[in-house]
């Protein structure tokens, strides 16, 4: 009698487990199928209206500093974007941003940061560190982002040349203060910008 009990409980805890594996397995399937699909423009950084993906304006960005050079002394300066807001305005539900990154850059070069805003420009305070190429925001105006790979793509790059590239998923992982925001990347001359109120 006490065997039958026990093969019961056992058969049981069996479809416990099963029902369970098959549960978070189909959650993972729906959860990774949960994107838009490409766009063409791998060069831009794209957000979410309604069911379509919409690319975020670029912006030059300004320093009196060649990030693509060693510095010559650590220093602190100031990253600039001309003009006090961002044309662009978003709603702070649901944030995803969508980028294309190339397929061994680990970590991606963007960057979710809020800028400091005055009447005539937008900026972002960032260190250059002696003898190194490239550039920091300060922890207290980056915003952490979770990471997800959606595809991994074939790209053509000529004649027989291809090159393999990440569709990624950026959201933050809060919601956002009102303010002035941008994403960026490893060089000044695109910085996607935006604004939420």
């Given amino acids: 009698m006490s065997s039958t009990k026990s093969r019961t409980a056992v058969g ?15 959650a993972q399937v729906v959860r990774q199928t949960d994107f838009p ?13 309604g069911n379509t993906l919409v690319a975020l304006p670029f912006e030059p960005g300004s320093s009196p500093f060649d990030i693509f050079q060693p510095a010559v ?18 709603k702070n539900e649901n944030l995803r941003f969508f ?4 397929d061994r850059m680990d970590p991606p070069p963007h960057q ?19 003898g190194r190429k490239g550039y920091a925001p300060f922890a207290e105006d980056n915003v952490p982002l979770e ?10 790059a000529g004649e027989n040349r291809f090159l ?34």
Avoid at 73 to 90: C, Q
């Fill in 112 to 130: 979710l940061v809020r800028l400091t805003s005055s009447k005539a420009e937008r900026s972002l305070k960032i260190s250059l560190i002696k």
């Fill in 147 to 156: 990471r997800r790979i959606l595809r991994r793509m074939k790209v053509s």
């Fill in 99 to 102: 980028v294309f990154v190339g």
């Fill in 12 to 26: 049981l805890f069996r479809w416990v487990v099963l029902l369970t594996f098959t549960s978070s397995f189909l």
């Fill in 164 to 197: 393999f590239v990440n569709y990624l998923e950026l959201r933050p992982r809060g919601p956002l203060r009102s303010g002035e925001y941008a994403i960026i990347g490893d060089s000044f001359a695109d910085v996607a910008t935006f604004r939420v109120e």
């Fill in 37 to 49: 699909e490409p766009p063409s423009d791998l060069t831009r950084v794209y957000y979410v209206n």
């Fill in 73 to 90: 002394d650590n220093r602190i300066t100031r990253l600039r974007v001309s003009g006090p807001r961002a044309n662009t305005l978003l």
